[in-house]
């Protein structure tokens, strides 16, 4: 039997883990301070209860993300078919920390590679960063095969 969209479990999925260690961005969706949605590609970690992001203190999306913590996500590999898609929906925190955010250390590291992200790494130690995690709430996995997007009845 299927496991129902918006079960947790989906995070256990094949199709999941491996989007979740992939070097694909997410894409994080929030609400701005005057009611409108916001959407921004980002790096992230999937620490096995939080899928983590590091960013600057002063970015914007942190004041909104302040005032409505509710937060969707999807990662995506859309460069060939069938498509294969994970939805989330959260709850968003935010922690300051003096230096870089360690799961963003491993993003960079992730996506760059070990000698690019360490690079890139060494120009931001020493600098405050914010760290975003985001706590599912709510999964599905979309695969063009056995589950598709609701709106197509199949």
């Known amino acids: 039997m299927t496991t129902a969209q918006g079960d947790l479990a989906l995070l256990q999925d094949p199709i999941a883990q491996e ?28 620490t096995g209860d939080e ?14 993300l302040d005032a409505a913590s509710d937060v ?15 939805l989330l929906r959260g709850t968003a925190t935010v922690e300051m920390y ?7 250390e491993q993003s960079a590291n992730r996506y760059l590679g070990p000698e690019q992200g360490a690079a890139l790494l060494s120009q931001m130690r020493g600098q ?3 760290r975003v995690g985001v706590r599912p709430t709510w999964a ?6 056995t589950r598709f997007p609701s709106a197509l009845g199949i």
């Open 19 to 46: 989007l979740l260690v992939s070097r694909h961005p997410a894409r994080l969706a929030y609400t701005w301070t005057d009611g409108t949605p916001r959407v921004v590609p980002i790096w992230f970690t999937w």
């Open 51 to 64: 899928l983590v992001c590091g960013c600057p203190p002063k970015a914007p999306k942190l004041r909104a």
């Open 72 to 86: 969707a996500v999807t990662i995506d590999d859309s460069t060939s078919w069938p498509y294969r898609v994970l």
């Open 98 to 104: 003096d230096d870089v955010v360690p799961e963003y």
């Open 128 to 130: 405050p960063m914010a």
């Open 140 to 145: 599905a996995v979309l695969d063009f095969e």
